[in-house]
């Protein structure tokens, strides 16, 4: 949430790299929520930032949601 709300007013415009991180580190959190927010959010996704989504999926253990982000990739 911090994230949006500081791209938001302006003081910080998202980029593929410090997005894809965010997606890795809440999802390595347990965030999940966080990173699917950042993640759907991301214009553009590379090869790393579907595999934080996927990988934070399959660390909670998700195997649905997880083979659903394989798909869409």
């Known amino acids: ?3 949006q709300a500081g791209v938001a007013r302006g ?3 998202p980029n593929l790299f ?3 991180t965010l997606v890795d580190m809440f999802a390595k959190c347990g965030c999940l929520g966080e990173a699917r927010s ?3 959010s991301m214009q553009e996704r590379d090869v790393a930032a579907w595999t934080a989504m996927i990988g934070g999926t399959v660390h ?3 195997w649905l ?3 659903s982000l ?3 990739m």
């Open 18 to 20: 410090v997005q894809c």
């Open 1 to 3: 949430m911090w994230r």
């Open 70 to 72: 394989f798909d869409r």
């Open 65 to 67: 949601d997880a083979m």
């Open 60 to 62: 909670a253990r998700d």
């Open 11 to 13: 003081y910080a415009t």
């Open 38 to 40: 950042v993640f759907e």
